[in-house]
């Protein structure tokens, strides 16, 4: 008798109160495969996955594991079984050693006494088995973001894990980073392990893929993979439409000479002396290495990160060292690479989400009151124009799918109506199609005299709209370049020198 596939889905459909997350989906993983699933934000990636993983129940249709029924077995039974789900947002314990997280707190004793000799031992092997190369009591706090996630899967495979799920894994990687961590995945699929991956970069999943599923509204399109499949059939595939890419226009709005931000000689929390202009209407790239002194800087200008000494002036006005609450007044806005701690507000609904930031601005109604009426219809403007997917601004922000989530932070920077936006990972966790939505309408809104810090490790992106692109390392700027035909090869080899001259 032949051997079943690893994994078997079978006509699953979801429905979520009113809302259809699936419809009929079936697909199959084989030991060893590597099945990615693609879709716009809320097409139901996640909702199939975490059904796979025993999260939560189908409503229809069941799932097999090794050809077993596993229907009625819960997410420890499943994990048992070998079926691993690695969330998108880190799921270790950052206080907490490697060692300890590898054993995810089931600790072996002698003695009755924790044996750390023992864990460190075990931990050391294994983390030389899969190659990465950390000491195993270092604080999972302390590890660069390619390890935390290689951990991740370490962890995965110390659980004896046949099929593990990568939601979004690559998120905010840098070029050389998601290498790694595809050599490490083709590694462990090489000894038979399997993976389910979730990805919005289309170039990754044909690299990386034996099958491809799309999801469409909730809907299944699988993808012939036995015959030469284009990043372009892919893109329309996962939109339903053509996709075509938003590009910077060469010729720059009115007052594109003038200065909106004048920064001098800053000091502070990783930053030894920046000095910088950005023009209105200017998309500012911003280059750097975590650590470098790319992200501080930006932080620093919303008041994030600490400041010692330096000027900054916004709009000719001297601004004094800034609180996001004095950066906003100045209109400077900020999206955080980390939206999940620093943005959303789970329990609130969308239309609370999108106007928090503006209620001292133009939601401000006499008597200090917020104008609700403004407020609705404004959020209604956006989730219309950035395509949200939402029953309506009145649901709460935890039913929304991840992607729908950065939308409406995105929605809520665009509405404070700022003179100078900064973005830090702007598009991590956005479908293609929204992302380019999104990045037209920041070019759109430089266009009319904007300024925009955009921060990415996504460089295709940032050489698509950077007007200029400046480079970070150790606390300093070291290169200003025009970004006039410049080669995502050149920047790297740029980035690299800087850190390697050192
Ligand atoms: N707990 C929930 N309650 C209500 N609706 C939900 C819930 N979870 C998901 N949904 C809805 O189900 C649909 C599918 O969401 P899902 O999270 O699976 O999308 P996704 O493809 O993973 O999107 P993304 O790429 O943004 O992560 C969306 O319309 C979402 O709003």
């Given at each position: 008798?032949?051997?079943?596939?690893?994994?078997?889905?079978?006509?699953?459909?979801?429905?979520?109160?009113?809302?259809?997350?699936?419809?009929?989906?079936?697909?199959?993983?084989?030991?060893?495969?590597?099945?990615?699933?693609?879709?716009?934000?809320?097409?139901?990636?996640?909702?199939?996955?975490?059904?796979?993983?025993?999260?939560?129940?189908?409503?229809?249709?069941?799932?097999?594991?090794?050809?077993?029924?596993?229907?009625?077995?819960?997410?420890?039974?499943?994990?048992?079984?070998?079926?691993?789900?690695?969330?998108?947002?880190?799921?270790?314990?950052?206080?907490?050693?490697?060692?300890?997280?590898?054993?995810?707190?089931?600790?072996?004793?002698?003695?009755?006494?924790?044996?750390?000799?023992?864990?460190?031992?075990?931990?050391?092997?294994?983390?030389?088995?899969?190659?990465?190369?950390?000491?195993?009591?270092?604080?999972?706090?302390?590890?660069?973001?390619?390890?935390?996630?290689?951990?991740?899967?370490?962890?995965?495979?110390?659980?004896?894990?046949?099929?593990?799920?990568?939601?979004?894994?690559?998120?905010?990687?840098?070029?050389?980073?998601?290498?790694?961590?595809?050599?490490?995945?083709?590694?462990?699929?090489?000894?038979?392990?399997?993976?389910?991956?979730?990805?919005?970069?289309?170039?990754?999943?044909?690299?990386?893929?034996?099958?491809?599923?799309?999801?469409?509204?909730?809907?299944?399109?699988?993808?012939?993979?036995?015959?030469?499949?284009?990043?372009?059939?892919?893109?329309?595939?996962?939109?339903?439409?053509?996709?075509?890419?938003?590009?910077?226009?060469?010729?720059r709005g009115p007052d594109a000479d003038g200065v909106f931000l004048?920064?001098?000689?800053?000091?502070?929390?990783?930053?030894?002396?920046?000095?910088?202009?950005v023009r209105k209407g200017e998309i500012?790239?911003?280059?750097?290495?975590?650590?470098?002194?790319?992200?501080?800087?930006?932080?620093?200008?919303?008041?994030?990160?600490?400041?010692?000494?330096?000027?900054?002036?916004a709009g000719?006005?001297?601004?004094?060292?800034?609180?996001?609450?004095?950066?906003?007044?100045?209109g400077?806005?900020?999206?955080?690479?980390?939206?999940?701690?620093?943005?959303?507000?789970?329990?609130?609904?969308?239309?609370?989400?999108?106007?928090?930031?503006?209620?001292?601005?133009?939601?401000?109604?006499?008597?200090?009151?917020?104008?609700?009426?403004?407020?609705?219809?404004?959020?209604?403007?956006?989730?219309?124009?950035?395509?949200?997917?939402?029953?309506?601004?009145?649901?709460?922000?935890?039913?929304?799918?991840?992607?729908?989530?950065?939308?409406?932070?995105?929605?809520?920077?665009?509405?404070?109506d700022p003179r100078l936006l900064?973005?830090?990972?702007?598009?991590?966790?956005?479908?293609?199609?929204?992302?380019?939505?999104?990045?037209?309408?920041i070019l759109d809104l430089t266009h009319r005299g904007m300024s925009t810090?955009?921060?990415?490790?996504?460089?295709?992106?940032?050489?698509?709209?950077?007007d200029?692109?400046?480079?970070?390392?150790?606390?300093?700027?070291?290169?200003?370049?025009?970004?006039?035909?410049?080669?995502?090869?050149?920047?790297?080899?740029?980035?690299?020198?800087?850190?390697?001259?050192?």
């Amino acid at each position: 008798m032949n051997k079943p596939p690893l994994l078997q889905v079978n006509n699953i459909s979801k429905v979520f109160g009113a809302t259809p997350a699936l419809s009929d989906v079936s697909l199959e993983v084989s030991e060893g495969g590597i099945h990615s699933l693609l879709g716009r934000n809320g097409a139901g990636k996640s909702t199939l996955v975490n059904i796979i993983a025993g999260i939560y129940p189908p409503t229809t249709g069941d799932v097999l594991f090794e050809g077993r029924d596993i229907r009625s077995l819960n997410i420890f039974t499943r994990q048992e079984l070998g079926i691993r789900l690695v969330p998108q947002h880190e799921n270790s314990f950052p206080d907490l050693s490697v060692a300890e997280n590898i054993f995810s707190g089931v600790l072996p004793t002698r003695g009755g006494l924790v044996d750390w000799k023992q864990i460190n031992d075990v931990a050391a092997e294994e983390l030389a088995a899969y190659g990465l190369a950390v000491d195993p009591r270092t604080l999972v706090r302390e590890l660069s973001s390619i390890d935390a996630r290689k951990l991740n899967i370490i962890r995965a495979m110390h659980s004896g894990a046949k099929l593990i799920i990568l939601d979004e894994p690559t998120t905010a990687l840098t070029n050389r980073e998601r290498a790694e961590l595809f050599t490490f995945v083709r590694e462990l699929k090489a000894r038979g392990t399997a993976f389910i991956f979730i990805s919005h970069y289309l170039g990754e999943v044909l690299e990386l893929s034996d099958a491809i599923t799309v999801l469409r509204d909730g809907r299944m399109f699988p993808v012939d993979t036995s015959d030469h499949v284009s990043e372009a059939h892919l893109a329309s595939l996962v939109a339903g439409e053509e996709v075509e890419l938003a590009h910077r226009a060469i010729d720059r709005g009115p007052d594109a000479d003038g200065v909106f931000l004048k920064v001098t000689d800053l000091h502070g929390d990783n930053l030894e002396g920046v000095s910088i202009d950005v023009r209105k209407g200017e998309i500012l790239g911003v280059v750097g290495f975590p650590g470098s002194g790319a992200r501080e800087f930006c932080r620093a200008l919303f008041g994030l990160t600490r400041l010692d000494s330096g000027t900054i002036t916004a709009g000719g006005q001297k601004v004094a060292l800034p609180s996001p609450e004095r950066a906003i007044a100045e209109g400077i806005s900020y999206i955080s690479y980390d939206r999940q701690r620093e943005g959303i507000m789970p329990t609130f609904d969308v239309n609370e989400n999108i106007g928090i930031s503006s209620h001292a601005g133009k939601l401000r109604a006499l008597g200090g009151f917020v104008n609700l009426a403004l407020q609705r219809s404004l959020s209604e403007q956006y989730r219309q124009a950035l395509k949200i997917k939402c029953n309506s601004i009145d649901d709460s922000m935890d039913s929304l799918s991840g992607g729908n989530q950065q939308k409406v932070i995105v929605s809520r920077l665009l509405n404070t109506d700022p003179r100078l936006l900064i973005l830090d990972e702007p598009t991590v966790g956005i479908d293609i199609k929204s992302r380019e939505e999104i990045i037209s309408t920041i070019l759109d809104l430089t266009h009319r005299g904007m300024s925009t810090i955009y921060l990415t490790n996504d460089y295709e992106e940032l050489l698509r709209v950077a007007d200029r692109l400046v480079f970070f390392d150790d606390g300093r700027i070291v290169t200003v370049l025009d970004n006039t035909d410049i080669t995502i090869d050149e920047l790297t080899a740029i980035r690299d020198r800087e850190k390697e001259a050192v």
